[in-house]
Every structure is written in C-alpha cells, then in structure tokens.
C-alpha cells in the first residue's frame, strides 16, 4: 500500500497542483510587469480571491492558452479578459470544455459590444465596466458550477456482491473510502494531523488573507463548533474536500483525513439517533 501511495504521490507533484475546483485566469496586458503594485490591480485581486483562491495571471495571449492547455487537467476556469486581448484569445479557448466562463473586463465597453455578444460567444457572460459587477457575476456562476459537480461515487456491500462488472471508478471509491475510514487517531495523533493540515493550508492560501483568519479559527476552536459545522460554512474546508472527493485527490484526503474521520462520526452517531423510517430531506448550509 505503501509503495502505491508513494507513486502515486510522485506522479502529482509532477503536475500543478490545485487545491480547489475553480480557476480564475485573468488576462491583460497591462499585467505585464511581474513586480507590478498598482492598487487597483491589487484591490481587484483581493476582492477576486474571496471568491476563488487559485488566481493565474498573464499579459498574453500565448502564454494563457499554453497554460490552459498544458496546465490545467480538470478544473474549471473563469476567464477575465480585457477587450483588447478578448478579441484574439476568446476563439481560440471557448471550445475547451474546462472554461466555464468568460468575463471581458475594460473601461471601452461600446468598443468591444460588438463581437462579445452571447450570440457570437455564448460562454461570455458580459462586458464588465467595473470589477465588483465582475465578482457579482462570477458567483452566480460558481454557485450553479458546484451543484453540477459530481460527488465521490459510494457503493454499499450489497451492491458490491451483486455486481461483478462494476466500473473501476466505482471500486477505487469504495476501496479509498475503506481506507480513509480505517484509520483511527487518539488525542496526540489527531493534534498531529490536524497541525500537518493547518500548516498545508497556510501555504496553500498564503495570499488570502480572508481564508488565513478563518484557517486561524479553525485551528483554536476547531472541536466547538462540530465537524459538520465546519464542513457547511463556505470556507475552505468546503472547497478543499469536496474538490478532494470529485477528483480523488490522494494527497489533500491524506491529510484531511483525521476532519474526514471525525465527520463521519459524527454523521453516524446523527443518523443511529434518528427513526430510520423517516424520509429526511437534507440540505447543506448554515443557517
């Protein structure tokens, strides 16, 4: 198991690793300087990056498609573009099944109404003039881009003897969730793993100040609230493991896996509390 582990580890730090389900890729030229601190820019990144931490920027065309094409395996990108740059870029990318949508971004709107129209590009969701009008629409979007993503696939055992032509998509699921489940921590192995995730996680969202105070957070008061409290706030326990789920993403399970543990648990001692014949209708969130 070990061996498989690791190989499996090796290959994915060979690609580029994200950590959610959703891109933003912003491109224009004025971007072109690296060391760039124009406080608009950056005021429009801070705001952006409350919504989706993984943020990739470039002052080319050339150099999008390259990274979109080369880069990206399966996460969902959202597409800012300036009029002048959108022109060229938007043809040659709109096809690609992983952009979802397309935000042209510039202070010349009438200049640009003309080629992008939903019409012409039915990915494009408007011409922005303003970058909050941006973030407004790229929530909707995200909204109704996570209802569509696909949950981790799960089996019970009966199935499992009834089948014997059960796609190995399916299997690997269940073996995964064996796995996961298996592992049982004390207080100074759980004080560990959760440790190993806090620090994971400050790396990973290093320029996200908002997620950084909430990561704190969780760090001093994770036990009160209770794990499925945690999992329903819009945060980035949320986005971490349910983007770990879809993708089977080895690494993130690994070490969300005391959370993962302690949430099943939970769920459990819920359901064992519950009549069994009562139909529930459940939903996720907060109230």
């Known amino acids: 198991m070990t061996d498989v582990y690791e190989e499996v580890m090796a290959h994915q730090r060979q690609e580029t690793h994200f950590i959610e389900n959703f891109i933003i890729i912003w491109v224009d030229s004025k971007l072109r300087r690296k060391n760039r601190t124009d406080n608009d820019i950056q005021t429009s990144i801070t705001a952006l990056r409350h919504i989706v931490n993984s943020i990739e920027?470039?002052?080319t065309c050339e150099a999008c498609i390259d990274f979109i094409h080369n880069k990206v395996k399966e996460e969902k990108i959202f597409l800012i573009v300036s009029g002048s740059l959108g022109r060229q870029l938007v043809p040659n990318i709109e096809h690609d099944i992983k952009v979802d949508s397309i935000y042209v971004f510039c202070f010349k709107k009438?200049?640009?109404?003309?080629w992008a129209t939903k019409e012409q590009h039915r990915k494009?969701?408007?011409?922005?003039t303003d970058i909050q009008d941006v973030c407004n629409q790229l929530k909707e979007d995200i909204k109704q881009c996570q209802q569509e993503l696909t949950p981790i696939q799960t089996l019970g055992s009966q199935t499992l003897k009834i089948s014997n032509h059960l796609d190995a998509s399916f299997m690997y699921s269940q073996l995964l969730k064996d796995i996961i489940l298996s592992i049982e921590y004390d207080n100074t192995t759980r004080e560990q793993a959760k440790e190993d995730f806090i620090s994971f996680c400050r790396f990973s969202y290093a320029q996200?100040?908002?997620?950084?105070?909430?990561?704190?957070e969780f760090k001093q008061n994770y036990s009160n609230p209770s794990p499925i409290w945690w999992y329903t706030r819009e945060c980035f326990i949320?986005?971490?493991?349910?983007?770990?789920?879809?993708?089977?993403d080895m690494e993130i399970l690994i070490k969300m896996n005391f959370f993962i543990y302690d949430l099943h648990q939970q769920l459990e001692h819920l359901h064992k509390t519950m009549n069994n014949g009562e139909i529930l209708t459940v939903y996720r969130g907060q109230g």
């Open 110 to 114: 009438p200049e640009h109404e003309q």
């Open 124 to 128: 494009i969701k408007g011409i922005f």
């Open 57 to 59: 920027k470039f002052n």
């Open 238 to 248: 949320y986005s971490m493991l349910n983007r770990a789920l879809c993708k089977q």
């Open 208 to 216: 996200n100040d908002a997620e950084l105070c909430v990561i704190e």
